[in-house]
C-alpha cells in the first residue's frame, strides 16, 4: 500500500513552458486534493475533486487545470508557466470529505520557474 | 483562519520536555481540526484531529486541547524527542453544507528540539 504518491519529485520549466503533476493513490479515495506550499506559508488549495470525473476550484486555481479521469489519479497541469508558480506541490487524498474526513499527503513536487 | 508571512513562529526546547503548539482560528462554524507535521522535504503528516463537540483528544505522547470559545487550539507533546523536530500545522475544516471538507491551513510552526 503505497498510499498517495506523486511524480515527478523536482522539476524545473522555463517560463512560458507546459507540464502536468501527476498524483495517484491506492486508498480507493472519493477524494482527491492540490495544494501549494509557498516559503513561510501554509498549503493553499488550488482544486480539488469529490469524486471521478469532476472538478472544482479552490483557494487559488488561476493559472491551473485539472483532471481526474479515474479514481485513483488526480493530474495538475500548467498551461504556461509563470516564475510566481515556484512552489512545492502537495497533493492529498481522503475517503470522504463531508464531516472532515483526515486527508493523506503525497511526498510533493519541488517546482522552478525561470 | 489564514495567516500570511514569511517568519514562522518558532518554540525550541530541550530532550524530554514537555511542548505546547498553540493555533488560533478564525472560522467560528469550523467543526473539525486536525494538527500535522511536516518534516523537512517531506508532505503533512497527520497526528491527531478533535471535533467540535470535544474539548481534549489525546493519543500517543500527544493532546489536543480545543477552547471554542476563544477560538484557540493547541497541541501538547509529553517528552519531546529530536525526532519530533518539524513545522506543525493547524487545519480547520468546516464541514457540512457546500462545504465539503475543505481545509484551512494555519502558518505552522517550527519545533526544535535540542538533545
Known amino acids: ?114 | 483562519g489564514e495567516s500570511v508571512g514569511l517568519h514562522l513562529p518558532t518554540l525550541s526546547v530541550q530532550e524530554g520536555d514537555n511542548s505546547i503548539i498553540n493555533c488560533a482560528y478564525s472560522n467560528s462554524a469550523s467543526d473539525y481540526f486536525i494538527w500535522y507535521k511536516q518534516e523537512s522535504g517531506k508532505g503533512p503528516q497527520f497526528i491527531i484531529d478533535i471535533r467540535s463537540n470535544m474539548d481534549k483528544r489525546q493519543g500517543q505522547r500527544v493532546t489536543v486541547l480545543l477552547n471554542k470559545t476563544v477560538k484557540h487550539l493547541s497541541l501538547q507533546i509529553a517528552a519531546t524527542q529530536p525526532g519530533d523536530s518539524a513545522v506543525y500545522f493547524c487545519a480547520e475544516n468546516r464541514a457540512g453544507g457546500t462545504s465539503y471538507g475543505k481545509l484551512t491551513f494555519g502558518q505552522g510552526t517550527i519545533l526544535t528540539v535540542h538533545p
Not at chain 1, 503533476?21 to 506550499?37: F, S
Not at chain 1, 471521478?52 to 504556461?80: I, M, W
Request: proline residues 4%; hydrophobic residues 30%; aromatic residues 12%.
Open chain 1, 1 to 114: 500500500n503505497a498510499g498517495v504518491t506523486q511524480t515527478p519529485k523536482f522539476r524545473v520549466l522555463k517560463t512560458g513552458q507546459s507540464m502536468t503533476l501527476l498524483c495517484a493513490q491506492d486508498m480507493n479515495h472519493e477524494y482527491m486534493y492540490w495544494y501549494r506550499q509557498d516559503p513561510g506559508m501554509g498549503l493553499r488549495l488550488i482544486h480539488y475533486s469529490v469524486g471521478e470525473g469532476t472538478t472544482a476550484k479552490g483557494e487559488v486555481p488561476d493559472g491551473y487545470n485539472v483532471s481526474r479521469l479515474k479514481k485513483q489519479n488526480f493530474l495538475l497541469g500548467l498551461e504556461s508557466a509563470a516564475p510566481s508558480q515556484t512552489s512545492v506541490y502537495f497533493c492529498a487524498s481522503s475517503y470522504g470529505g463531508l464531516g472532515g474526513d483526515t486527508q493523506y499527503f503525497g511526498p510533493g513536487t519541488r517546482l522552478t520557474v525561470l
